[in-house]
């Protein structure tokens, strides 16, 4: 029987069309033959379903009714068998005395099997009677058409199925089609955007690479001249002369010491060699031990220096990289605040964010050059106000460790009054 169940399963849907003309088929052929119950059955996987039936009021199989197989009905027979099924009457045939269909008083039958196209069995077309019945050879014959009728209808209805179905499908295949079309146009726009940006930071790593090279060139050219006049004239030089070319040679050593410092570590952060080692950090410990280091430094330009905020904020993220950040910024600070100025580290929460201000009352910056202050292709490092100098990397890695924590690092000024750094990381949670 799994032969017999394999397309029913599938459930194609009948089109009301075909339901209409299998109704009117066996009404008419109940009509012809005079006989109370002609059906058009559909078998399931457990179970018999009449499909269509004629409406008599002797007809005791209604349209929708379903019964158990496997016990011995007239259409299993014809189903299981793959032939046409005459039992004149049930009653006087031993084969059939005890099927299940006399507790309807249906003692005669005559069925055939119908099929699906590719030969498996769809159900019957049957009829049943109450009485003994004789079938002539004219009658079995117009059954037979009938039979053929049915089976071509349920051919076409199965095609006009599968072609709407394959229609379903080339419909969601070209929308497949188009939304991949779609997604190739955005990742080749993708593509060119990133190609684009690309080019644009090589074009900027270029010119930021040209400014290094351009500031290692000032200090070794001083360092290399002070030193020759050192080495070449040192017994022809007063004490004050002597200490005057030492403090230039040693000058331009920090200087370039620093730059090289300040290169190395950021070379360190874009090739992903900087280990990020997050815990949980105390601020106000890097903060105070940043304005201790610094208070000598403030001291000689009498620059009032100090941290406020509250006592105590732990902030998930890297010591290291949150001392190098305070460090930087509190160094220019102080480089840029003119004698007698202010220079405060104060620090808030602000919901699952720390945010710690540098400010100053120093020279501040404009406009213009604020938005360039980031850019590696511009070179906006300056002298301080006690003529200090800097490397014009320290806020590039001051930005970049903030970044890779999670935070953001900006900056607000205004020229002549000051300028606040601003940058936030996230708080630990406990």
Not at 192 to 217: G, M, P, T, W, Y
């Amino acid at each position: 029987m799994q032969d017999t169940i394999d397309n029913n399963q599938r459930e194609l849907s009948m089109s009301n069309k075909l339901m209409d003309s299998w109704q009117e088929i066996v009404n008419i052929v109940a009509e012809l033959v005079d006989i109370p119950a002609v059906m058009i059955t559909k078998v399931h996987e457990t179970e018999i379903e009449v499909y269509a039936s004629n409406p008599s009021p002797d007809n005791p199989y209604v349209q929708g009714a379903r019964g158990n197989l496997n016990i011995g009905l007239y259409c299993e027979t014809v189903m299981n068998q793959k032939q046409r099924l005459f039992v004149p009457n049930a009653l006087r045939d031993p084969d059939w005395d005890h099927n299940p269909d006399l507790k309807n008083d249906m003692i005669s039958y005559l069925g055939f099997p119908i099929e699906w196209p590719n030969g498996q069995v769809f159900g019957t077309f049957c009829i049943k009677d109450n009485k003994e019945i004789t079938i002539s050879p004219i009658v079995n014959k117009l059954l037979e058409k009938f039979r053929v009728a049915i089976e071509v209808e349920l051919a076409l209805n199965e095609s006009e199925e599968r072609l709407k179905y394959q229609v379903l499908e080339l419909s969601d295949t070209e929308a497949r089609l188009e939304t991949q079309a779609a997604d190739l146009v955005g990742l080749a726009e993708d593509m060119a955007v990133a190609r684009d940006d690309l080019q644009l930071l090589n074009a900027q790593k270029d010119k930021f690479f040209s400014i290094i090279a351009h500031d290692l060139k000032g200090p070794f050219n001083a360092l290399l001249g002070y030193s020759s006049l050192l080495s070449s004239g040192a017994k022809d030089f007063d004490q004050n002369q002597v200490a005057e070319y030492s403090g230039a040679v040693h000058e331009s050593a920090q200087r370039v010491f620093k730059l090289l410092e300040n290169l190395l570590e950021w070379s360190r952060l874009q090739m992903g060699r900087v280990k990020y080692q997050p815990s949980s950090v105390n601020l106000k410990e890097i903060i105070d031990t940043n304005v201790e280091l610094f208070a000598p430094t403030a001291k000689e330009k009498a620059i009032r220096l100090s941290g406020k905020g509250e006592t105590s904020i732990d902030v998930f993220a890297d010591a290291h990289m949150v001392d190098t950040v305070v460090r930087n910024l509190l160094n220019n600070a102080i480089k840029f605040t003119p004698e007698k100025g202010e220079v405060t580290v104060s620090t808030q929460r602000i919901g699952d964010w720390a945010e710690v201000d540098v400010s100053d009352t120093g020279v501040g910056i404009s406009v213009a050059n604020a938005a360039r202050l980031f850019r590696l292709d511009e070179k906006t490092s300056t002298v301080g106000t006690g003529g200090e100098t800097g490397t014009g990397l320290g806020l590039h890695l001051c930005k970049e460790m903030v970044e890779k924590q999670g935070g953001q690092l900006h900056v607000e000024s205004v020229e002549s009054e000051g300028s606040t750094f601003r940058f936030t990381l996230p708080l630990h949670q406990q």
